[in-house]
């Protein structure tokens, strides 16, 4: 079964950062993308970051450009997202979710399979 762990979120200042790994499991194709998504309480959810595992190609939502990054690291099949320069309206639940190929996208609908949520919480 596809598989995909979401932690690291937690209570951060304002300014601070945190970095969330995205552990994937259970599927071997060869080409996929994984991404980040958040909904914070009584908002859509909407697309941060997502990677693909081929050309290592990125994707940034507009608000995060310059203060988050992505990378992968492909032999533990994990997707990390470095979260600096935090601000309260960071404050959400983050999900990680993959799709089965290397077009980078920000959209949730593309994506095939979702883990569960990490909190990322920033004090003002």
């Known amino acids: 079964d596809v598989q995909l762990q979401a932690s690291g979120g937690g209570l951060v200042q304002a300014g601070g950062s945190l970095r969330l790994s995205c552990a994937a499991s259970?599927?071997?194709?060869?080409?996929?993308?994984i991404g980040w998504f958040r909904q914070a309480p009584g908002k859509e959810r909407e697309g941060v970051s997502c990677?693909?595992?081929?050309?290592?190609?990125?994707w940034y939502v507009d608000s995060v450009k310059g203060r988050f990054t992505i990378s992968s690291d492909n032999a533990r099949n994990t997707v990390y997202l470095q979260m600096n320069s935090l601000k309260p309206e960071d404050t959400a639940v983050y999900y990680c979710?993959?799709?089965?190929?290397?077009?980078?996208?920000?959209?949730?609908?593309?994506?095939?399979?979702w883990g569960q949520g990490t909190l990322v919480t920033v004090s003002s």
């Open positions: 979710a993959v799709k089965f190929d290397a077009v980078v996208a920000g959209a949730g609908l593309w994506y095939d399979y």
């Open positions: 259970g599927f071997t194709f060869d080409d996929y993308t």
């Open positions: 990677i693909s595992n081929s050309d290592d190609s990125t």
